[in-house]
């Protein structure tokens, strides 16, 4: 993929909490310290990470990974963000801080026109808050430990950034494109809550095969497909485009990432028996599938995973 030079990013779009003693430390956060190495804490961890990778639909917030106590409430501060992703800045493509944010903003951009047209809904922003290590959110206090996610509660999208070098070395989804396929699908999650699909799958099964849980993160995957279709259009505020360009090798990229984190590859990676009955996110197979339907499609109004017999 290639960057727009000309283009504005709005940094408006970002929190950037990890500067102002974002979590403190301590006691207080529910979530689960994230150990280096092996050992039987990592490989409980790992499961744990890999189970709620991506997630962000309503029933994660039920399984007590959120809601300990506060951790400190870390203010915005936006300063570096401004200075660093400043059009002035030659170099600012080669800040992955930068970077994302020129993911939110296209996939915002997308979603600002594609949403009256396929779902005749106006669009509301949401911002992603970029935290490190701990967070206080709607939905309760999040450890880095529980990955991306998006909180129905205050309509934000909550990551902590060097989660992308765990996809990497963890799960084997290297390659830049990994990381706004992840954001694309917290932000397909916001779709789901705008249009109130999420808080209709809370009312269904949350784990097995063919649970609303399954079928929420695989419409998530197939929106991230459809934002991938149209990323090039998207422009910045002024009408510039942001992306000159985004490659098959880009596509590749943010598919292997989808099958790296397919229910059944974290359960054999954790040492597991396939057990669909615990699945919660779908198989590898169809993270590709519902990733590639989207993508060949353009069009959210084919990503009704609720209503197929073909998941
Ligand atoms: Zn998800």
Known sequence: MEFNDDADLDTSQVNDLRGSGGGGGGGGIGGIPIPIGGGRGGIIVTVIILAVVLCGGGGLFGSGLLGGGGGGSAKPDNSALNQQCDKSNKDRFKNADCRNVLYINSVQAYWKTEMPEAFGKQYQPAKTNFFSQSVNTGCGAADSGVGPFYCPADSQ??????????????????????????????????????????AKAQQGAQQGASSASVRLELQADCYAGTWANHATQTKDPQGDALFKSITDQDIAEAIQTAEAIGDDAIQKKAG????????????????????TQGYNTGDPRQCDTFNTSNL
């Open 157 to 198: 999208v909550y990551i902590d950034l060097t989660f992308y070098n765990e996809l990497n070395s963890r799960f084997g989804a290297s390659g830049e494109f990994a990381a706004p396929y992840v954001l694309a699908h917290e932000y397909g999650h916001h779709i789901q809550n705008l249009l109130g699909t999420n």
């Open 272 to 291: 597991q028996k396939v057990n669909p009955d615990g699945f919660t996110h779908g198989t590898s197979a169809q993270r590709k599938k519902w990733f």
